[in-house]
């Protein structure tokens, strides 16, 4: 059974920085491509950075990019996400994901549901300003 465990959120103010984490279990991890969306009330699911299992190939959304930073541990099949320079406008519930490197490419950051990925629950960030 595949899962994706984030944890990591919390309450932070503007300009701090949090770490997310995403165990992964249940599959191989270098078959997949790892990453990290986000959700505003209101708004769609957004893409903000991804991973390659295979090579470490990584993706950035222009909005964290200079300011985000994922990284994995493959002995701990662990995903991460180094937040800095937190915005009141990164507040969202963020979600981990996994899907085939057959799709992983730039524009799933853009099409999150692309190649049908495996979804965990997510893990709430709230920057106040």
């Known amino acids: 059974e595949v899962q994706l465990q984030a944890s990591g959120g919390g309450l932070v103010q503007a300009g701090g920085s949090l770490r997310l984490s995403c165990a992964a279990s249940g599959f191989r991890f270098d078959d997949y491509g790892l990453g990290w969306f986000r959700q505003a009330p209101g708004k769609g699911r957004e893409g903000v950075a991804a991973?390659?299992?295979?090579?470490?190939?990584?993706y950035y959304s222009d909005s964290v990019k200079g300011r985000f930073a994922i990284s994995s541990d493959d002995a701990k099949n662990t995903v991460y996400l180094q937040m800095n320079s937190l915005k009141p406008e990164d507040t969202a519930v963020y979600y981990c994901?996994?899907?085939?490197?057959?799709?992983?490419?730039?524009?799933?950051?853009?099409?999150?549901?692309?190649?049908?990925?495996?979804w965990g629950k997510g893990t709430q960030v709230t920057v106040s300003s």
């Open positions: 994901a996994a899907v085939s490197l057959v799709f992983f490419e730039r524009s799933w950051l853009e099409k999150p549901h692309d190649g049908m990925p495996y």
């Open positions: 991973i390659s299992g295979s090579d470490g190939s990584v």
